[in-house]
T-cell receptor, first 111, second 113 residues
Framework: EDKVVQSPLSLVVHEGDTVTLNCSYE??????LLWYKQEKKAPTFLFML????IEKKSGRLSSILDKKELFSILNITATQTGDSAIYLC???????????FGKGTKLTVNP | KAGVTQTPRYLIKTRGQQVTLSCSPI?????VSWYQQTPGQGLQFLFE???????NKGNFPGRFSGRQFSNSRSEMNVSTLELGDSALYLC????????????FGPGTRLTVL
């Protein structure tokens, strides 16, 4: 059975801290891994990773994929209160055209 | 470019009723996927439509059905509602290729009483 496991499930930090969110997966016919940020309603797209070892960066956020060990990490440096959200990791499963989601990591950044 | 839109944003129904949710994808996107999000199960895949055809289906009962129109707009129908159907229903649109990104709409919050 396909599964995507995120850890930790919940994280509370102070502004300015750096956080690392983890995502491991066991999905047959892997095509890509995506990270989303969900604040109130719709998940908003952050990154799509398809190749191992290539870091993707967007401002204070960065992510990397290890297809040998089947995991990805999402780093957020110098966290701000606006980073408080649920971060979702999903794997795109080829052949079925669907995303398999993890349960998410709830990040709370306190001032 | 306008994003994915979903209507209605909120719905309250009673057990046994049926409901239809609508999703308009980003212009040019031909694939629409539907997901159910609940606190306990997280985001779960319902089905995906591409060019008016259901390409894939998740593990949900037959009470959940959908369709897609020629303009790529999609509807999802749930019949004989149960309390457990209360959830946020999200649709996502994409071009429909394997390396494509799915973009989500704001969701429809369904409450079944």
């Amino acid at each position: 059975e396909d599964k995507v496991v995120q850890s930790p499930l919940s994280l509370v930090v102070h502004e300015g801290d750096t956080v690392t969110l983890n995502c491991s997966y066991e999905v047959t016919n892997f095509r890509s891994l995506l990270w989303y940020k969900q604040e109130k309603k719709a998940p908003t797209f952050l990154f799509m990773l398809t190749s191992s070892g290539i870091e993707k960066k967007s401002g204070r956020l960065s992510s990397i994929l290890d297809k040998k060990e089947l995991f990805s990490i999402l780093n957020i440096t110098a966290t701000q209160t606006g980073d408080s959200a649920i971060y979702l990791c999903a794997v795109f499963k080829g052949g079925s055209e669907k995303l398999v989601f993890g349960k998410g990591t709830k990040l709370t950044v306190n001032p | 470019k306008a994003g994915v839109t979903q209507t209605p944003r909120y719905l309250i129904k009673t057990r046994g009723q049926q409901v239809t949710l609508s999703c308009s994808p980003i212009s040019g996107h031909r694939s629409v996927s539907w997901y159910q999000q609940t606190p306990g199960q997280g985001l779960q895949f319902l089905f995906e439509y591409f060019s008016e055809t259901q390409r894939n289906k998740g593990n949900f009962p037959g009470r959940f059905s959908g369709r897609q129109f020629s303009n790529s707009r999609s509807e999802m129908n749930v019949s004989t509602l149960e309390l457990g159907d209360s959830a946020l229903y999200l649709c996502a649109s994409s071009l429909g290729t394997e390396t494509d990104t799915q973009y989500f709409g704001p969701g429809t919050r369904l409450t079944v009483l």
